[in-house]
């Protein structure tokens, strides 16, 4: 069977086991959702699953080619409850990914819905494929 090497999910998994062991020193943890981001002909599509965060905490936020999402997504222990394991991440994540300037920074659009934020950043009309009409002539 062949398998392909994919070096992001690498990248992404370091980070995830990195925020684990930074965090079992501190108290509210650090954490990094799963992420798509997909190219087609309308722009950058970013999908980031984000159960259990609750609206008001999300954030996004562009600035020259960068685009920023933060949110905080946290648990509390109800009285007469006893935690014995928890392993859903809490606390609060920022997560910065840098777009390059052939999208438009002034329409992105953002939706959250089903615990997934999905984020448009449309591309700039100067770099969309466009039909060049020939005239026939002299």
Known sequence: MLQ??????ELEEFQRRLSRAANSREEGSLWAPATDIVE???????YLDLPGVDQSTLEVTTEQ?????KATRSYSKKEGQT???QGRPQGTFTRTFNIPSSFDFSKVSARFTDGVL?????RSESTKARKIEVSVGQ
């Open 4 to 9: 392909s090497w994919n070096p992001w999910q």
């Open 40 to 46: 087609d002909a309308d722009g950058l599509h970013l």
């Open 65 to 69: 080619n960068t685009l920023t999402v």
């Open 83 to 85: 935690v014995h394991h």
């Open 118 to 122: 999905s984020v448009l950043v449309p």
